[in-house]
């Protein structure tokens, strides 16, 4: 027997709670008198870690295990030795499952031993947890590769035997890893075709999707002996979206074709943990020049500005201030400065296509990039950071970055540091994170934010007008160079019910100093910007301002950018809807920083790739921070597209547009996690296959339709989202997972989960209000209904109505077996041939309804909507239209949209050029007007007279059609 080394310094507080660990040992487990011998050494590691303990009271045997020297610990090859040796027996996954946690569980608390006594440096540490890591991959993926072979045969190539690549992400490509974290991973095989040799021969594809998911599940699945590692997948190529494992081809096409600049950042650390003399090279060709430039690529400066600007944005808006990791002079800062210069070099420079930050580090002083001092500076910061962060996970093997904020810990925190307190800690970490943010903004050239250019002769009245007791004339007097009298006192009026708002608050004296600076400025630009609209503009941002008063960062971010405080002046005073969006979320404050990006919304093209971005800082265990991302991304989308709508960039098909295009990509998202949270429970449905189709997570027999706005592309402000579900699985067969259910229910709880994530209110409200009562049978029938049931009851069943509403509708996602599928059934409905009396009754019957129920009864307002010659006359002429004429015409079910429609039926000359030009214009200007009504908040638009004349067309041409 061997003694644990021994930690000094450990306080009576930290002794108690070893000695509690102690007790819980010898109660649950037969005494061991050498326990007795080295109590002392193991309350002391049992005082400074709770997993440590925990393990050793689960699993005893690991207390004579670790009271070998640590000089004996395995080195990288032994790790791998050691779990082939522990693998030889395992005869089924469970047992499998079984012995990856141990292992890890055994060498994970070896390690936290000679870490917390410090008997290893930070980087043998770092080495050590990732050498585990991959060693546990990978002897994984040998086993189960071994189980599947059996069954399949083996995929072979041109080159012989093919193998499932693994490409370790992040840290673990850098072998670096922090103690508890996610690993990020990507998987990839050389080329397609059938196995050989096995029982039953199957697609590469497929084969090799099978192992990963059989993969992932032997890591992530938490079992009663725990978890081995959290995995994320969500950097490979598109993502959630994409398929489990590509082949080089397809991979090769992705990168080359759509890999985007930060997906060359996080690739600068990618490396295949399972190497090969055979295929490997290929990967590193295919790689290699997506990553590196052969010229110096500074345009990787600018990418980094935008990543930190995003991680800042992040900081702030779940007040991470104390994360060592994100924040300002964190490790994330330190990783960005060494792999910028790695993407603008490592062209040239191939030495520094190396994934290790610390050796690239080296290297940068040898090339004279990094002066010495400096470098190695950065180096022993980066160093500490990563030690400090080491020992917040071993407390208790959490995946933290957040400094603690109870005594405990910080006790832990500065015993294992050797330092005196926690005031010491706090001067070494401010010294640390120095060094790095000095360094980081040396190399970004990141200018700071520059302020309001102050006119002193314009503010100085201001500021006695807000910080001075004056009475109302002198108010007025001081506002009288920029407003008249009767401009003046609501102005005068409004700002003083908002000082004396603020004297009944709490809000500090920090926030007060701030705000004593900010209001000046406000008025001022107010004041310069609408003098006409002054009050209004002014009680706007108040009300913004009441919002955030109490959150300093919020009002520091305004104080400090002249961009952002004029900014959001420009938009509240240009709508009352944006400025109800920011008061309720003060999160899209950090959308201001960047006035020309704000009018320049995402490219329609690039919604999925933006949301799968924001996803990925996002942790994907955590369902509340997802759906609260989802929720945040929609918000900062909708307000660029509401900035660009406000100035006129965007027309109104085009705001429409992106509103459709924004929803579809939240849509995709949404089933994607509800897909994901289902299949962990239940397993996988039985759907039938297409092997033509990739092995990705939308083509598994379920679809979402689209109606109304949504499928005619015609989203609004505020428009709800009319949805119909569909599947085509064989009802009674079951699921695979460990909890089986008929696959029918299975789509059906998968139905209710997506409307979960729709409608649930967090801090950031729900994602949409989604209708799904055109499904059929409406209220009454199923969620989700397979696609012959559907097919059978718009044949049988549905009314003229609900066909109507089928030339709106179109696949929104899911698999392309269903779209196709759907797409016939909605072509035959459509296209069936009518008696046209019968129709127009039924057609004309329906609108007078609505006309009844739901049009306005004012005489001096217009619904735009549902009164007399407005949008609804509209839509009905041309369902009419459609369902009439399709059996002659088939073109007019090609589009769900109404303007494509009606130009269809100009080109079939089902109508003339002049009645379609006059609804296509009638059209889009009451929806441009409407889009206009809901950032005014205006329900109605007044009829003065200027929608006279379309009005009186299309009741015109309505008359004509259904004249009897």
């Known amino acids: 027997?061997?003694?644990?080394?021994?930690?000094?310094?450990?306080?009576?507080?930290?002794?108690?709670?070893?000695?509690?660990?102690?007790?819980?040992?010898?109660?649950?487990?037969?005494?061991?008198?050498?326990?007795?011998?080295?109590?002392?050494?193991?309350?002391?590691?049992?005082?400074?870690?709770?997993?440590?303990?925990?393990?050793?009271?689960?699993?005893?045997?690991?207390?004579?295990?670790?009271?070998?020297?640590?000089?004996?610990?395995?080195?990288?090859?032994?790790?791998?030795?050691?779990?082939?040796?522990?693998?030889?027996?395992?005869?089924?996954?469970?047992?499998?499952?079984?012995?990856?946690?141990?292992?890890?569980?055994?060498?994970?608390?070896?390690?936290?031993?000679?870490?917390?006594?410090?008997?290893?440096?930070?980087?043998?540490?770092?080495?050590?947890?990732?050498?585990?890591?991959?060693?546990?991959?990978?002897?994984?993926?040998?086993?189960?590769?071994?189980?599947?072979?059996?069954?399949?045969?083996?995929?072979?190539?041109?080159?012989?035997?093919?193998?499932?690549?693994?490409?370790?992400?992040?840290?673990?490509?850098?072998?670096?890893?922090?103690?508890?974290?996610?690993?990020?991973?990507?998987?990839?095989?050389?080329?397609?075709?059938?196995?050989?040799?096995?029982?039953?021969?199957?697609?590469?594809?497929?084969?090799?999707?099978?192992?990963?998911?059989?993969?992932?599940?032997?890591?992530?699945?938490?079992?009663?002996?725990?978890?081995?590692?959290?995995?994320?997948?969500?950097?490979?190529?598109?993502?959630?979206?994409?398929?489990?494992?590509?082949?080089?081809?397809?991979?090769?096409?992705?990168?080359?074709?759509?890999?985007?600049?930060?997906?060359?950042?996080?690739?600068?650390?990618?490396?295949?943990?399972?190497?090969?003399?055979?295929?490997?090279?290929?990967?590193?060709?295919?790689?290699?020049?997506?990553?590196?430039?052969?010229?110096?690529?500074?345009?990787?400066?600018?990418?980094?500005?935008?990543?930190?600007?995003?991680?800042?944005?992040?900081?702030?808006?779940?007040?991470?201030?104390?994360?060592?990791?994100?924040?300002?002079?964190?490790?994330?800062?330190?990783?960005?400065?060494?792999?910028?210069?790695?993407?603008?070099?490592?062209?040239?420079?191939?030495?520094?296509?190396?994934?290790?930050?610390?050796?690239?580090?080296?290297?940068?002083?040898?090339?004279?990039?990094?002066?010495?001092?400096?470098?190695?500076?950065?180096?022993?910061?980066?160093?500490?950071?990563?030690?400090?962060?080491?020992?917040?996970?071993?407390?208790?093997?959490?995946?933290?970055?957040?400094?603690?904020?109870?005594?405990?810990?910080?006790?832990?925190?500065?015993?294992?540091?050797?330092?005196?307190?926690?005031?010491?800690?706090?001067?070494?970490?401010?010294?640390?994170?120095?060094?790095?943010?000095?360094?980081?903004l040396l190399l970004i050239g990141e200018e700071a934010a520059p302020e309001l250019d102050k006119d002193d002769d314009a503010l100085s009245p201001l500021e006695d007008l807000w910080l001075l007791p004056l009475s109302t004339e002198e108010r007025e007097e001081l506002l009288g160079q920029w407003l008249n009298q009767e401009q003046a006192q609501p102005f005068s009026h409004a700002l003083g019910e908002f000082a004396d708002s603020l004297s009944a608050s709490r809000i500090g004296q920090r926030g007060e100093n701030i705000l004593n600076k900010l209001i000046p400025q406000l008025l001022l630009i107010i004041l310069q910007q609408s003098p006409d609209t002054a009050s209004q503009s002014l009680n706007r941002c108040l009300q913004v301002f009441r919002a955030i008063y109490g959150r300093t960062a919020y009002l520091d971010l305004l104080f400090e950018n002249q961009g952002a405080l004029k900014q959001l002046v420009s938009l509240c005073s240009s709508s009352p809807w944006v400025t109800d969006q920011i008061s309720r979320f003060p999160l899209l404050l950090d959308e201001l920083l960047n006035p020309a990006q704000l009018v320049n919304p995402t490219e329609l093209t690039e919604y999925d790739a933006e949301l799968r971005l924001a996803m990925l800082r996002v942790d994907e265990t955590d369902l509340e921070q997802q759906m609260e991302a989802l929720r945040q991304f929609k918000l900062c989308q909708q307000l660029k597209i509401a900035a660009a709508d406000t100035t006129g960039v965007l027309p109104v098909m085009k705001v429409s547009d992106h509103l459709t295009f924004l929803a579809q990509s939240i849509i995709r998202q949404v089933v994607n996690l509800a897909w994901q949270q289902m299949t962990e429970k239940y397993g996988e449905p039985d759907y039938p296959q297409d092997p033509t189709e990739q092995h990705d997570m939308l083509s598994r027999g379920f679809a979402v339709i689209g109606y109304g706005k949504l499928g005619g592309y015609e989203l609004g402000y505020g428009s709800d989202l009319d949805l119909v579900f569909l599947h085509n699985c064989t009802s009674r067969a079951a699921t695979n997972g460990p909890k089986s259910i008929e696959s029918g229910l299975f789509y059906l709880k998968l139905a209710q989960r997506i409307l979960h994530l729709f409608n649930t209110k967090t801090a950031s409200g729900n994602l949409y209000e989604v209708d799904m009562r055109l499904r059929p049978s409406g209220s009454a029938g199923l969620l989700v209904c397979h696609i012959d049931g559907f097919s059978e009851y718009q044949t049988q069943t549905a009314w003229t109505w609900e066909h109507q509403a089928l030339t709106r509708a179109r696949f929104i996602v899911g698999s392309p077996n269903l779209a196709q599928a759907f797409s016939v059934v909605r072509h035959q409905i459509l296209a069936q041939k009518r008696d046209l009396k019968p129709l127009q009754e039924s057609v004309t019957q329906m609108r007078e309804k609505m006309r009844k129920h739901l049009g306005s009864s004012s005489k001096t307002g217009f619904d735009l909507k549902q009164d007399s010659g407005g949008i609804a006359d509209i839509e009905f002429i041309v369902q009419y239209y459609v369902l009439a004429y399709a059996w002659e015409f088939p073109a007019l079910t090609k589009w769900p949209d109404n303007v494509r429609i009606l130009h269809q039926l100009k080109a079939s000359e089902l109508l003339s050029s002049q009645d379609t030009e006059l609804l296509a214009e009638a059209y889009l200007t009451y929806r441009n007007t409407n889009h206009r009504l809901v950032l005014q908040q205006v329900e109605q638009a007044p009829d003065g007279g200027e929608f006279s004349a379309l009005r009186e067309g299309v009741v015109r041409i309505w008359q004509q059609i259904f004249a009897e």
Not at 80 to 85: F, I, V, Y
Not at 128 to 156: E, H, K, Y
């Open 1 to 440: 027997m061997h003694t644990f080394p021994v930690t000094e310094n450990v306080s009576p507080e930290l002794l108690a709670i070893g000695e509690r660990h102690w007790q819980a040992l010898t109660e649950h487990h037969s005494f061991n008198p050498q326990w007795q011998v080295h109590k002392a050494q193991i309350c002391q590691v049992f005082a400074l870690s709770d997993f440590v303990a925990r393990q050793c009271i689960q699993h005893p045997q690991f207390i004579d295990e670790l009271l070998t020297p640590f000089s004996q610990q395995p080195s990288e090859p032994d790790y791998t030795e050691l779990l082939k040796s522990a693998l030889s027996d395992v005869t089924d996954e469970d047992q499998l499952h079984k012995t990856l946690r141990l292992f890890r569980h055994l060498h994970m608390a070896r390690i936290t031993l000679a870490d917390v006594t410090n008997t290893q440096t930070i980087e043998d540490s770092l080495y050590r947890v990732s050498a585990l890591s991959q060693a546990l991959i990978v002897q994984a993926s040998l086993w189960l590769r071994t189980q599947l072979s059996a069954r399949f045969g083996l995929p072979m190539g041109e080159l012989g035997e093919q193998h499932m690549y693994i490409i370790g992400m992040g840290k673990l490509g850098g072998r670096e890893l922090n103690f508890s974290s996610d690993i990020d991973l990507i998987f990839t095989y050389p080329e397609q075709g059938m196995t050989q040799g096995g029982r039953k021969s199957i697609e590469h594809q497929q084969f090799f999707t099978k192992l990963a998911q059989k993969l992932i599940t032997a890591l992530h699945q938490i079992t009663v002996d725990g978890q081995v590692y959290r995995v994320d997948m969500r950097l490979r190529p598109f993502g959630e979206s994409g398929p489990l494992v590509m082949h080089f081809a397809a991979m090769e096409d992705y990168y080359q074709e759509q890999g985007r600049e930060w997906e060359r950042y996080a690739m600068v650390k990618g490396r295949v943990l399972n190497p090969d003399d055979t295929y490997y090279p290929e990967i590193a060709d295919i790689l290699r020049p997506f990553i590196y430039r052969r010229y110096l690529d500074y345009s990787a400066l600018d990418s980094l500005r935008k990543m930190k600007a995003m991680i800042k944005k992040e900081v702030r808006r779940r007040q991470l201030s104390n994360n060592i990791k994100l924040g300002q002079g964190g490790i994330r800062e330190a990783e960005f400065i060494v792999q910028s210069l790695q993407l603008i070099r490592g062209g040239r420079e191939p030495a520094l296509q190396e994934q290790g930050l610390l050796h690239n580090l080296q290297l940068l002083i040898d090339m004279e990039i990094l002066p010495s001092k400096d470098a190695t500076a950065l180096k022993q910061s980066y160093l500490w950071l990563r030690k400090v962060e080491h020992c917040l996970q071993q407390f208790d093997d959490k995946q933290t970055q957040v400094l603690p904020d109870n005594d405990i810990d910080k006790r832990r925190l500065c015993t294992i540091l050797g330092l005196k307190d926690y005031q010491e800690f706090s001067a070494q970490l401010a010294e640390h994170t120095g060094v790095i943010h000095e360094q980081f």
